[in-house]
């Protein structure tokens, strides 16, 4: 990698974590983990826990180090409340495991967690993303973990003294099966689960294994009871039912979150696993997780940088539970993988930023075309560098690209002023560039295909152009000498300038002209004005508003002949 480790957070991390790794498992490979949960859309926040690390351990394969990347589905955990969108009759499923709620009407996937999780999967494979997946479901059903359980049973009385450090409340005695009431009702009521992380606490003492009731499938149980001896463990739900399991037997439960996270540090040997805000704060499931993963399952906690959120413009935080967020699907249906991995990359973690789903998408798109040909030209810092490279590749090889990387913007303005029909869109780039035409429109993509997707999903309806059918009669009777005498200069100078480099030197040429200044003087405030006003009056006579696209793309997707007849020529 070109970027060092002075200038590049990844690069920093790499260090670190294979120092880390050198010191407890020598030889081993190294494990980098992110945890998903399929509770929702999984969003473009959710996708910087799966970012971080992947690019660190993209960075240590580079070095030449085994590395594997866990993805955790979480898919073992309660479903918690009913998205918006979704039929409301879906809160009879609150409580119940992920991957034992139906899926939403239509779907063609088995469960809840299955619909949630192939989109996010088919996105990280078109962003090269490779990770070894593991569902919690399976790992809990299969008693992969029922050492862990039993340990974990064992040493509660250690477990509840650590959390207790951190408590703020902790529940009165004989409050315990009241709280599962009351959550049930708030489930009832709001189509939500508990309001707080529930860390184990009852009314019959402190138990971090939550049962899933036998009779109707939710957690809404309390243990009452359980013994070490015989690992015979009690519990009742709030649907009335009740029963005794041998936990050396049982596989419908789980660790709660607090010790569940920590568990699975120590059982897979996570050496990096980076983690949002708010699990990072004091009493938080990180920071109370570092101490159980010491103090009772005798292992090490992470190197776990905080994370900053994602945010989309003009959108608050994002949050899966409630619907309607942008998913890393969504974004690759206007921007390549390697503008939506260079928006992680090039950002620490720490670092909140915001993805463009409005015109601010063209400006990021010039951006990273500007980093492309200082890269070519061999002028980027180096921290600019190393960003790229994370963005355009992995350790396995390249991702695709668009041949013919024509400027976004230009490829939006083209895509609007054609309404997408194919012929008008490939003779318009045919114009661009007279000397080099582009002869397919492959050549262009998938960024055109980017574009016309932003275009028609994206802008308003109100705001796409609509070239005028015929002259403005009324105002090109209205036009003074000194804006007829504009028109005739752009028109005079059309056919000598018919590329898109000479049409935008014509158009910010022919106020200069007129002002008796050579065609590249510098512009003064006085002549910028001019160029507004020269613009405005172009668009009017074109499109019959004063704004729209790029006059030079705009010139070219009408035609040199529709071009005269709307100026009066």
């Given amino acids: 990698m070109a970027g060092s480790s002075e200038t590049d957070w990844v690069s920093r991390f790499a260090d670190e974590v294979i120092a880390e790794a050198e010191r407890r498992a020598p030889g081993k490979a190294i494990v980098c983990a992110s945890g998903l949960s399929p509770s929702g859309p999984i969003h473009l926040g959710n996708l910087r826990e799966v970012m971080t690390p992947h690019l660190v351990a993209d960075e240590i394969r580079r070095r030449g180090y085994e590395c594997v990347h866990i993805i955790s589905w979480d898919d073992y955990d309660r479903f918690r409340k009913v998205p918006a969108g ?54 809990y059903t299969s008693g992969a973990y029922r050492e862990q359980i039993l340990f974990a049973m064992r040493e509660r009385e250690r477990i509840d003294a650590i959390l207790a450090q951190y408590r703020t409340k902790k529940p ?41 009731c036998s009779a109707c499938e939710r957690d809404l149980t309390t243990v009452t009871s359980y013994d070490d001896e015989t690992t015979e463990l009690a519990y009742t739900c709030v649907c009335g039912f009740s029963e005794v399991v041998r936990l050396s037997e049982h596989n419908r439960g789980k660790l709660v979150w607090k010790v569940d996270w920590p568990m699975r540090w120590k059982y897979e040997g996570v050496v990096f696993e980076p983690s949002g805000v708010d699990h990072s704060s004091p009493g938080s499931s990180f920071v109370v997780g ?35 967020v942008p998913t890393p699907a969504d974004a690759l249906e206007i921007m ?43 002028t980027a810092l180096p921290a600019d560098l190393a960003a790229h490279a994370r963005a355009i590749g992995t350790a396995a090889g390249p991702l695709p690209t668009t041949p013919r990387p024509v400027s976004y913007r230009t490829l939006a303005s083209v895509v609007d002023v054609s309404a997408g029909d194919s012929e008008q869109t490939l003779r318009i780039l045919r114009d661009l560039d007279p000397a080099d035409p582009i002869a397919s429109l492959d050549e262009t993509r998938p960024r055109l295909d980017r574009a016309a997707h932003w275009v028609t999903t994206q802008v308003p309806v109100e705001q796409r152009t609509r070239v005028r059918d015929e002259p403005d009669a009324e105002l090109l009777e209205s036009l003074g000498d ?17 590329s898109l480099d000479a049409l935008t030197t014509l158009v910010y040429s022919v106020p200069k002209l007129q002002a008796g200044l050579p065609a590249d003087a510098k512009p003064t405030p006085e002549l910028k004005v001019a160029q507004r006003e020269f613009f405005a009056l172009l668009y009017r006579l074109l499109v019959g508003r004063d704004t729209g696209p790029r006059l030079p793309t705009l010139l070219l997707a009408v035609g040199a002949g529709r071009v005269r007849k709307l100026l009066g020529a």
């Fill in 86 to 139: 979704i039929d409301p009759a879906w809160a009879e499923h609150i409580g119940k495991p992920l991957t034992s709620v139906p899926a939403p009407q239509g779907s063609p996937y088995a469960n809840w967690a299955e619909h949630f999780k192939a989109p996010m999967i088919a996105a990280l494979a078109e962003m090269g993303i490779e990770f070894h997946g593991i569902s919690q479901t399976e790992q």
């Fill in 172 to 212: 009165a005695a004989g409050q315990g099966g009241q709280r599962q009431v009351d959550e049930a009702e708030a489930a009832a009521i709001e189509g939500s689960g508990a309001a707080t992380e529930d860390d184990g606490s009852a009314a019959a003492g402190y138990f971090p294994y939550k049962p899933y």
């Fill in 290 to 324: 570092g101490q159980i993963v010491r103090d009772v399952f005798g292992g090490d906690q992470p190197i776990g940088p905080m994370y900053a959120f994602v945010g989309i413009s003009g959108m608050a935080k994002m949050s899966s539970s409630k619907g309607g």
């Fill in 336 to 378: 390549e993988a390697p503008l939506l991995r260079w928006l992680y990359a090039r950002r620490k973690p720490n670092q909140s930023f915001k993805i463009a789903f409005d015109q601010e998408i063209q400006r990021l798109y010039d951006e990273w075309d500007a980093l492309v040909r200082k890269v070519a030209d061999g």
């Fill in 482 to 498: 000194a804006e007829r005498e504009s028109l005739r200069l752009l028109l005079d100078g059309l056919d000598e300038h018919w």
